[in-house]
């Protein structure tokens, strides 16, 4: 199995707490473990984008958006490769 690159960070928003910021939860019937967003991360992202809709956002916030994009992206990307890791070893034991 060919593992692509990862996705690359550029920054951490500053609003991201250093403690608690990624939860991981097993998926059910599998145990597979997913990786996500706290819900308080949750929430910024939900702020930004309400004010994205309303108003203009400031520079700052757009960074803060583009950055939680790119966390978003990276734990997709942990999670599809945590799901074909388990779906091969299943695949091998069956």
């Known amino acids: 199995m060919t593992i692509p690159l990862l996705p690359t960070l550029h920054t951490l928003p500053a ?12 998926q059910e019937g599998t145990g597979t473990p997913i990786f996500r967003a706290s819900s308080s991360v949750q929430n910024r992202i939900e702020i930004l984008l309400l004010k994205q809709q309303d108003s203009q ?38």
């Open 15 to 26: 609003t991201l707490p250093l403690e608690g910021a990624i939860t991981i939860e097993l």
């Open 57 to 94: 956002l400031t520079t700052e916030e757009e960074q803060e958006l583009d950055s939680y994009e790119e966390i978003d992206d990276y734990l997709s990307f942990l999670n599809r490769i945590v799901r074909n890791i388990a779906q091969d070893q299943n695949t091998k034991t069956i």
